[in-house]
């Protein structure tokens, strides 16, 4: 059982390691760079200028505690068919469940060391203070864990199969529709979920591509949260950091990546058959995508727009907002799809 599982977890691992080639591609990799820099030097000034007093202080752990216990899964790398030719090793297969719970502490015990390392300058505490932050949050983890394989048990201690199944095909696809955003992933299982409150930005238009991109954007995967999540942290740069270059820099680099990520739409039907009997040409794939875009991104523009008048000291770089979305419109989305072409030539 423990080679089963073993070899599972060795081929999980490769395929991410093969699909984060593709994230961290030279585009990704210099703007994450110009964020961390960003980061460290707002961050480090504010250490040398803050006084926070013992109420912030504990809102600050209470935050940082909260986000380092979001972060992770339990991975069983249990499959459909486990459930048919591994139920007479059920014994086996909940020993093995035990030791997954410490396999699946890898990724959050590095990110509960990794916050609470950044945000333990703001505290001024003693480093024995550090210590058992980090071994409590650690403990609670753990706690989590255990919690979660119970509740995958029944009452006479027997597994629930097809709900420790699900599970486990939900924390998969979860990172696969990640990098889907940057690339095509193979094995994805994807659904859709109608928000009927959305139906009317749906366009009454007979361009095949513009209504199904849009409806895919609205509907299935995760391209609606995404920029929800994008938008509000360019809101949050926007209000809380004061100095408006920095602010800028900031939401320029999240609009670009959300530009990026949101490229992935234009494959989002290949996988159909009955796409391919529409009576219309391939480049309609082109001007639907940009439809979408151009809609998506004048909604932030007119949001930065707003706040950046409001809350920003400087107002002059309010237009750099209007023109690196310009710039993203009309230069790097139809270079972006000219390159595709070039590949797939």
């Known amino acids: 059982m423990d080679k089963i599982f073993a070899k599972r977890r060795q081929d999980w691992y490769e395929q991410n390691i093969k699909y984060l080639r593709y994230v961290f591609n030279d585009h990704f990799v ?19 200028t803050h006084t926070a007093t013992e109420f912030e202080k504990y809102i600050v752990i209470f935050l940082v505690s909260i986000v380092s216990l979001f972060m992770g899964r339990l991975a069983t790398f249990l499959e459909s068919a486990d459930k048919a030719f591994l139920l007479a090793k059920e014994e086996e297969i ?9 396999y699946s502490m890898i990724m959050p015990v590095f990110s509960i060391i990794t916050f609470t390392i950044i945000a333990f300058p703001l505290l001024r505490y003693s480093w024995i203070f550090l210590v058992v932050w980090m071994i409590v949050l ?19 201690g027997m597994l629930k199969w ?10 998969q696809n979860t990172t696969l529709r990640f990098f889907a955003l940057f690339t095509n992933v193979k094995g994805l299982k994807s659904g859709s979920h109608r928000r009927k409150y959305l139906d009317f930005l749906l366009p009454k238009t007979k361009r095949t591509y513009d209504y199904l991109y849009m409806r895919a954007f609205l509907r299935s995967g995760d391209y609606l949260n995404l920029t929800l999540r994008i938008l509000l942290l360019q809101v949050l740069a ?23 990520q949101l490229m992935a739409l234009r494959e989002n039907y290949d996988y159909q058959l009955f796409t391919r009997l ?17 809609r998506v991104v004048a909604v932030l523009t007119l949001v930065q727009v707003v706040l950046g008048l409001i809350f920003m ?16 419109l009309r230069i790097y989305i139809k270079a972006r799809l000219r390159k595709n072409k070039s590949l797939i030539r």
Do not use: C
């Open 30 to 48: 210099l703007f994450l760079m110009i964020l961390i820099g960003a980061f460290v030097v707002q961050y480090a000034n504010y250490l040398n």
């Open 313 to 328: 000291s400087n107002k002059w770089y309010v237009i750099a907002f209007v023109l690196m979305n310009l710039i993203l």
């Open 162 to 171: 097809d709900e420790l199944i699900d599970y486990e095909n939900n924390r």
């Open 138 to 156: 650690i403990v609670i983890k753990f706690i989590l864990y255990s919690l979660t394989l119970n509740r995958f048990h029944d009452k006479s």
């Open 238 to 260: 926007i209000v809380f950091i004061p100095n408006s270059l920095l602010a800028m820099i900031l939401v320029v680099v999240l609009s670009y990546l959300l530009v990026f």
């Open 94 to 102: 909940d020993a093995y469940l035990t030791k997954a719970v410490f």
């Open 278 to 294: 529409y009576p219309v040409k391939d480049r309609g794939k082109d001007v639907g995508l940009r439809s979408v875009l151009l």
